[in-house]
């Protein structure tokens, strides 16, 4: 499903002080997987996850997204491949302010044209599955870290996408609460064979998944499958 | 230091949807104490520690800290105890996005007139302090979340402020630099006597700290002294 071949990040490679954030990544995941990236804050996971996530492009090396060379796309292509193929939880939500929660848990939708009706109903049941039912109506600052870090959720997995990427998902949520999402993604890869990689500094967050990718200083340091819970 | 009586926040109270995130706390914590707030996500922690923090007023109830009524005042007289007397950790970091690390951190000292010089040497000390010696000249959206969130907490023990209130600090930060900065806030406590009030959903955050209080629903349903690290 994704394959990167010595993908480098140089932050301001224009300027004086260009920093490399990713010095020569190389990674294969295959589809129906649940990996979980680790590693010290600014090691690089995130700009990592932004890569493969199509929401930034690698300053050297491929990136290969069932098969498609993506890494040298730009603007509407890569959009549109970003929006049909994956849902992305970004460690700071992104919701829009002035928009409340389901209307922010619709906006994949609106990209791919679902009907109104159609769009209310499943960003509903998104945020009734994160546990927000009441919630609908709140905007951003209306709504608590993890109630926010809830609807980023919501809002990832509503367009059925193959492929869930979630950065850090459950910082700001209780141990419950956690447990939840946990095991709502564990079904979303069990039942419906969806991939997801997520990162996290919890250790009992990355026991769900089945391989853990540890990242230091812009390279992988270690990549091992093993048993999930 | 800090006696609530009676403190509710209903939110929306003069609209049809009011919601009442605390419903009646009473708390009170000497100076020096080192205490953490844990809660599920929704339950009132945040709202708590914005009343605490004269970010925001109560409902009803009253606020006094350090022996001075607070709850009723607004506005500047609000700001300038703010300002001298807590420094203050947003869940969310807060930080301007236009500005760099190193004046995001000088920013709490523009309000008490330290002179230029000393405002960008201390701030300097405060980064340096929080492991991010080099970083002082990025921006927010060149930094990472756990980046993000430490010159957070460097503008909030910057200006040397008696009471320290940090809303989930270390949730970006993996458990290397989550250790170092309870470690910082440990001495903070000890050494310099500051009062220490943090919220986590992390237990092994919260074992660093001598009183658990816990909340849910808007209420102190638990409120235990303890044996800290
Ligand atoms: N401006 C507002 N208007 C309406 N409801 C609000 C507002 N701000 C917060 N709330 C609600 O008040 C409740 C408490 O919010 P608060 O942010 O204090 O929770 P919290 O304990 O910090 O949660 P978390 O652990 O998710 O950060 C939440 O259910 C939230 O939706
Ligand atoms: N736009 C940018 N310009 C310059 N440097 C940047 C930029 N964005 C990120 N960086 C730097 O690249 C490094 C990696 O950042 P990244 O966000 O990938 O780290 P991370 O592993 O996600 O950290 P955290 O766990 O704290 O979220 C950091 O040191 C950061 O300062
Ligand atoms: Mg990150
Ligand atoms: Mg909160």
Not at 84 to 102: D, E, M, W
């Given at each position: 499903?994704i394959?990167?071949?010595?993908?480098?990040k140089?932050?301001g490679a224009?300027?004086k002080h260009?920093?490399?954030?990713?010095?020569?990544v190389?990674l294969?995941?295959?589809?129906?997987?649940?990996?979980?990236i680790?590693?010290?804050?600014?090691?690089?996971k995130s700009?990592?996850m932004?890569?493969?996530?199509c929401?930034?492009t690698?300053?050297?090396g491929?990136?290969?997204?069932e098969?498609?060379n993506?890494?040298?796309?730009?603007?509407?292509?890569?959009?549109a491949?970003?929006?049909?193929?994956?849902?992305?939880?970004?460690?700071?939500?992104?919701?829009?302010?002035?928009?409340?929660?389901?209307?922010?848990?619709?906006?994949?939708?609106?990209y791919?044209?679902?009907?109104?009706?159609?769009?209310?109903?499943?960003?509903?049941?998104?945020?009734?599955?994160?546990?927000?039912?009441?919630?609908?109506?709140?905007r951003?600052?209306?709504?608590?870290?993890?109630q926010?870090?809830?609807v980023a959720i919501?809002?990832?997995?509503?367009?059925?996408?193959?492929?869930i990427?979630?950065?850090?998902?459950?910082?700001n949520?209780?141990?419950?609460?956690?447990?939840?999402?946990?095991?709502?993604?564990?079904?979303?890869?069990?039942?419906?064979g969806?991939?997801?990689?997520?990162?996290?500094?919890?250790?009992?967050?990355?026991?769900?998944s089945?391989?853990?990718?540890r990242?230091?200083?812009?390279l992988?340091?270690?990549?091992?499958?093993?048993?999930?819970?």
């Amino acid at each position: 499903l994704i394959r990167l071949s010595d993908v480098t990040k140089i932050y301001g490679a224009e300027n004086k002080h260009p920093f490399t954030a990713l010095a020569g990544v190389s990674l294969q995941i295959e589809a129906g997987e649940f990996a979980a990236i680790m590693g010290p804050s600014g090691s690089g996971k995130s700009t990592l996850m932004h890569i493969l996530g199509c929401l930034d492009t690698p300053t050297t090396g491929e990136y290969h997204l069932e098969g498609d060379n993506v890494d040298r796309l730009r603007g509407d292509q890569l959009a549109a491949i970003r929006n049909k193929k994956i849902g992305f939880v970004f460690q700071g939500f992104n919701l829009i302010p002035r928009t409340n929660a389901v209307e922010n848990v619709e906006l994949p939708m609106l990209y791919s044209n679902t009907p109104p009706e159609e769009r209310r109903r499943r960003a509903a049941e998104a945020l009734r599955r994160m546990g927000l039912a009441g919630w609908e109506g709140n905007r951003p600052n209306e709504l608590s870290g993890g109630q926010q870090q809830r609807v980023a959720i919501a809002r990832a997995i509503v367009n059925d996408a193959p492929l869930i990427l979630a950065d850090e998902p459950t910082g700001n949520l209780d141990t419950k609460t956690s447990a939840e999402i946990m095991e709502l993604f564990v079904r979303i890869n069990r039942e419906e064979g969806k991939t997801i990689i997520l990162v996290t500094h919890e250790a009992d967050i990355a026991a769900y998944s089945r391989r853990i990718i540890r990242v230091r200083d812009g390279l992988i340091v270690d990549d091992e499958r093993r048993e999930g819970r």
